[in-house]
């Protein structure tokens, strides 16, 4: 299969804090993962574009500085939200991809509510 | 334009009858087609891709497409109350590795 874990589920911070997303690909490798906003009754939108051994890609818009993302291996990105505000609050979502015949996989998601 | 356009429903079909969701891209060069469903606060689960023009069928699910039309479709047969779901149609542009997802369609199965 192709599978793809992703910790916290729900976190709940303080305003002005930071909080760590681990997304991790189980039973595959995955040189890339994709990092996901979807806020309510909204599709998801790309955040960036984690590579393992190198920087990661953003889409415009999105504050590199702010969202700091790490692919320090084969298997682990994570996404850490710096300095949160409320309106940061948000559903985030990682994704990978195993091979062409698996599609991308989705990480179950983070519920991320700033106070 | 979008990327990918979708009908945001709500659609609504009775159990047991077919349910057709359509999605249009842009991008002609696009090369990877998507289907996700994803149920209220949860993420999106992969339901079908497709690459190549005409139909392919997975079970209740039937996914077409078009690409001179530039459409792509998803069909649910005996569709069921647990399809009740936001459906999401994703798109690989040409030259890029990541989805471009649609706004999605709100299926309701009805009893």
């Known amino acids: 299969g192709a599978v793809v874990s992703q910790h916290p589920s729900r976190v709940i911070c303080k305003s002005g804090t930071s909080v760590k997303i681990e997304c991790r690909s189980l039973?595959?490798?995955?040189?890339?993962m994709f990092w996901y906003r979807q806020f309510p009754k909204q599709s998801l939108m790309l955040m960036a574009t984690s590579n393992e051994g190198s920087k990661a890609t953003y889409e415009q818009g999105v504050e590199k500085d702010k969202f700091l993302i790490n692919h320090a291996s084969l298997t682990l990105s994570t996404l850490t939200v710096t300095s949160a505000h409320p309106e940061d609050s948000s559903f985030y979502i990682c994704?990978?991809?195993?091979?062409?015949?698996?599609?991308?996989?989705f990480g179950s998601g983070t519920r991320l509510t700033v106070v | 334009q979008k990327e990918v356009e979708q009908n945001s429903g709500p659609l609504s079909v009775p159990e047991g009858a077919i349910a057709s969701l359509n999605c249009t891209y842009s991008?002609?060069?696009?090369?990877?087609f998507f289907w996700y469903r994803q149920y209220s606060g949860k993420s999106p689960e992969l339901i079908m891709f497709i690459y190549s023009n005409g139909d392919k069928e997975d079970g209740r699910f039937t996914a077409q497409l078009n690409k001179a039309s530039q459409y792509v479709s998803l069909l649910i047969r005996d569709s069921q109350p647990s399809d009740s779901a936001t459906y999401l149609c994703a798109v690989i542009r040409a030259g890029a590795n990541n989805l471009f997802f649609g706004t999605g369609t709100r299926l309701t199965v009805i009893p």
């Open positions: 994704s990978a991809v195993r091979d062409r015949d698996y599609g991308y996989t």
């Open positions: 991008d002609r060069g696009s090369q990877s």
């Open positions: 039973d595959f490798q995955a040189t890339t």
